[in-house]
């Protein structure tokens, strides 16, 4: 396949180089080639002289197939919203709902150019099933707790999937314990040492309130990021989802260990969390990627929505603390170098996988635009993400606002099926 005349291909190599009127050659999935290119005998040929193409963006941190509870419950605080509403309608999940829900969320990303997501949540083969149905990439963790007596079972689920799951075209298995105040030490060891043996990437949540700081802090004197980095388990294969209450020495630690930040600023916003502080990770050398969370929380997946929310949550203060270039590395290259797959995604290079979008330049979201620097400007600050053409390894996964793969009306109309279900869980309690 080559995509041929590109006017702007934006790359997100180490030297951050737009390229203008050039070509891109994907053979097997992956990118061959880059520059000025003949067209081979019976090469599928698309025309991109009024098109951008950049990399897919890549989401760090959801938790999918709570998509199904879009909207059961806004005005809360974290721990109300999740005792009162989300907990009650979870225990109602069932095997086809997170499939359902992880289909659906799957659409709503590709449709809105994500190309890769990290997951957190249970029953890890009806995600995959989801991921290959749609043909997203997507790095899936079963989610992972034991304050109840079932944490083993889980445990033996999540190191299973691992096994099953490892070399998957379309799927990186991942370890992701929820939080420190959720699984017990010894949960978190044995899944870090297992992490670490099968070289995946542990998922957790760190410091999202206040209070989850405060109450580690009463029992055990130590922060979050403290409490894991005592216990070894900090390292560059952690991707801590929020992070937004950590303090100068939790920076520290983030910064020597390589760990990586996954930033969920809407989520963050709406649950009135806090705002972790973002240009000061910057600041420190820390790898900041970006996340939408669980769109129970958010209330979607789109990621060009995030690159604004997280440039203006962090303009409040001083303008110059956050630009787009900065904002726009967060959803590509540090996205995936959070996950471990930096040489696999996150940039258009050579012998990368070819996860690409395709930007029509006609659009009115992106018209006018100053130049290549005027045409970032727009992605981040103007543009609300519906790419014409979405590809996938190399495969043309979604045009023009349809996945290829999903036939849409019949999953939506079985998504709004399911309301009632979840309604009637959360109301009793
Ligand atoms: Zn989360």
């Known amino acids: 396949m080559l995509l041929q005349n590109i006017r702007f291909l934006i790359t997100q190599n180490s030297e951050r180089q737009i390229l203008e009127n050039t070509d891109v050659r994907v053979e097997e999935g992956l990118i061959e080639e880059i520059g000025e290119l003949e067209a081979r005998e019976n090469e599928k040929v698309y025309d991109c002289s009024d098109k951008a193409v950049m990399p897919g963006l890549i989401n760090t941190h959801t938790h999918a197939s709570m998509s199904l509870l879009r909207g059961i419950s806004d005005n809360k605080k974290l721990e109300d919203w999740l005792q009162e509403d ?230 409040l203060q001083d303008p110059r603390d956050i630009n787009e270039r900065q904002v726009l590395d967060m959803a590509t290259i540090n996205g995936a170098k959070a996950l471990g797959l930096e040489d696999e995604i996150g940039s258009i290079e050579e012998v990368k996988q070819a996860d690409l979008i395709v930007l029509d330049l006609n659009d009115s979201e992106l018209k006018p635009f100053y130049g290549a620097r005027g045409l970032i400007s727009n992605i981040v600050y103007s543009y609300t993400g519906h790419p014409e053409k979405v590809f996938v390894n190399g495969e043309l996964v979604a045009e023009n606002g349809e996945v290829k793969n999903v036939e849409q009306r019949g999953l939506l109309k079985k998504a709004q099926g399911k309301v009632e279900k979840f309604d009637k869980a959360r109301s009793k309690e």
């Not at 225990?91 to 359902?100: G, R």
């Not at 659409?107 to 995959?128: A, H, S």
């Not at 020597?256 to 420190?284: C, F, Q, W, Y």
């Open 86 to 315: 989300i907990f009650p309608a979870e225990e109602a999940m069932e095997k086809d709902d997170i499939y359902t829900g992880a289909l659906l969320a799957s659409v709503e990303m590709l449709k809105t150019g994500t190309t890769c997501f990290n997951d957190m949540y249970e029953r890890p083969d009806q995600i995959v099933e989801a991921v290959e149905e749609s043909g997203i990439r997507a790095v899936i963790s079963r989610g992972l707790f034991d304050w109840d007596d079932k944490g083993k079972e889980r445990i033996m689920e999540a190191k299973e999937a691992v096994k099953k799951y490892k070399g998957h075209e379309l799927v990186t298995p991942g370890i992701a314990p929820h939080a420190v105040y959720t699984c017990s030490i010894e949960l978190l060891k044995e899944m870090k040492d297992f992490a670490e043996e099968q070289e995946v990437p542990y998922h957790i949540h760190v410091s999202e309130t206040e209070k989850e700081n405060r109450d580690l802090e009463a029992e055990k004197g130590l922060s979050p990021t403290q409490y894991l980095h005592e216990h070894g388990l900090f390292d560059e294969s952690v991707v801590a989802a929020h992070s937004a209450w950590l303090s100068d020495k939790d920076r520290e630690i983030f910064a020597e260990t390589g760990a990586n930040v996954a930033h969920n600023p809407a989520a963050n916003l709406k649950l009135g969390s806090g705002i972790a502080d973002v240009p000061e990770m910057v600041r420190d050398g820390i790898n900041v990627s970006l996340g939408t969370d669980g769109p129970a929380s958010n209330n979607n997946f789109n990621l060009f929505e995030e690159m604004k929310t997280a440039s203006l949550v962090h303009k």
